[in-house]
């Protein structure tokens, strides 16, 4: 447990995948208070997302202790001592940050600690339902001056505080400036686990990928994968490249690879990334890496793609094949929160982009008291939405854990819970089965 003494920011850091843990235990450490230290604790929400140790290991964000728990385990750890942090990272689906916003208000502590929430990449679906499930937080961050707008437009049309959207970028942007090197020619894909969702379009990329290849049989073509078969993501990746690579005719040429590890390594190397709306073009544009965002399958919004319209990047795997490394617009990309060419887009004025986050965290910090936290979801505004939505995070209408045993006669909407606690011990079951069981069973077929 952190120290009380310490004049470090103590912070526990909620997150309930690889990339939301990723996300969570960045940004504390970018918006903490300058000139303090920050001695991070880390919590993994049970469930069918919870990554494991090696998915942790390979998106490279450390702690003091990170362990797995129930929402409302964290909530107990919370009430059993008020003063263990100084400050809440929620890095959590929206529902999730919902729950324990209200089951944190409903702790009562006389003390609280500052909440801080926000989004892991690109918000380009459910915008209004993902925003109003976060309000309530302390701080709401917005990734880029574009998203801010966004944000308080919403707050700000339904009547909600906007006061706690605050402007900064995606934490784990960085890496050298990209510099091309003699002899080097190499293409990275950043896949995503649901996009494309279909094994119809996800066949079509990597037919075009195998294509590219041999097309240009001096040039490394790497297919950067998300997991390894069997761990599970944010989203659920139902048709996997590694099977369709597997089940490919004649197998995959030479100078094609499918690679694990973090994507700031694979970026080094990167003299073009490719990808249908995966965050990592954003990581890439940071660093000035020609960047392709693909056209093949539409600009559509199931997609995501539709957010780098303006963007210089989109581009269609033919034109790739021509030679074509698109060249990202300036304006667009500052708009974005990544530095994309120009005097004033350096890393200096990235790192002055969490200036306003850990000017706002300071004072919360350093006030005489928070104010109660207040969602706009409420049992008067959504009486038909919210106990539903706090009843499979075990918790009543009001914020309270459910007591144990419960049955469906106790109280409305207990029943969904009961069913929900049973498809959480299912999931469990399932992700230990395919994360555990299932490699040793390949591992012994293989002897």
């Not at 001096?218 to 690579?245: C, D, I, N």
């Amino acid at each position: 447990m952190p120290s009380r003494t310490s004049h470090a920011v103590r912070v526990a850091v909620l997150a309930d995948s690889d990339t939301r843990w990723k996300w969570g235990a960045l940004t504390a450490r970018r918006i903490a208070p300058a000139g303090r230290e920050v001695e991070l604790s880390g919590f993994l929400l049970r469930g069918r997302a919870t990554p494991t140790a090696r998915q942790l290991a390979e998106v490279g964000a450390e702690a003091a202790e990170v362990r797995e728990i129930t929402g409302t385990a964290f909530l107990a750890a919370l009430a059993a001592d008020p003063e263990a942090y100084d400050l809440v990272v929620l890095a959590l689906v929206g529902g999730g940050v919902q729950a324990m916003l209200h089951g944190i208000a409903a702790l009562g502590l006389a003390h609280r600690p500052v909440v801080v929430t926000g989004y892991v990449g690109v918000v380009y679906e459910k915008l209004a339902d993902g925003l109003l499930l976060r309000h309530g937080a302390d701080v709401v961050l917005a990734n880029s001056r574009h998203d801010a707008h966004r944000f308080r437009g919403v707050y700000e049309g339904v009547g909600a505080d906007a006061a706690c959207v605050t402007e900064a970028a995606l934490p784990f942007l960085g890496g050298a400036r990209y510099a091309p090197q003699e002899g080097r020619d190499t293409v990275v894909f950043a896949a995503q686990p649901s996009v494309p969702v279909t094994r119809a379009d996800r066949a079509y990329v990597l037919r075009r990928l195998i294509e590219h290849a041999r097309l240009h049989p001096r040039r490394e073509v790497l297919l950067k994968l998300r997991s390894r078969v069997g761990e599970q993501t944010t989203h659920v990746e139902e048709f996997p490249y590694q099977r369709l690579a597997e089940r490919t005719p004649g197998g995959l040429p030479s100078n094609l690879r499918l690679v694990h590890g973090n994507m700031g390594e694979v970026l080094d190397r990167a003299d073009l990334l490719v990808t249908v709306s995966s965050t990592a073009a954003l990581e890439a544009l940071h660093r000035r890496i020609p960047t392709a965002i693909l056209t093949d399958l539409g600009i559509r919004e199931p997609l995501g793609n539709h957010h780098f319209i303006g963007s210089g990047c989109l581009a269609s795997f033919d034109q790739l094949d021509g030679g074509l490394k698109p060249r990202a617009d300036a304006v667009w990309a500052d708009r974005q929160g990544v530095a994309a060419g120009g005097a004033s887009s350096g890393e200096g004025s990235y790192a002055a982009a969490f200036d306003q986050a850990r000017d706002r965290v300071a004072k919360l910090l350093d006030g005489p008291g928070l104010p109660p936290i207040s969602p706009y979801y409420t049992r008067t505004t959504a009486p038909g939405y919210l106990p539903q939505l706090l009843a499979r995070h075990r918790l009543d209408p009001d914020g309270r854990p459910l007591p144990a045993g419960a049955t469906a006669r106790d109280a409305s909407g207990m029943r969904r819970a009961v069913r929900q606690a049973v498809r959480g011990a299912a999931r469990g079951a399932y992700r230990h089965g395919v994360q555990r069981v299932a490699p040793v069973i390949r591992r012994m077929g293989e002897l």
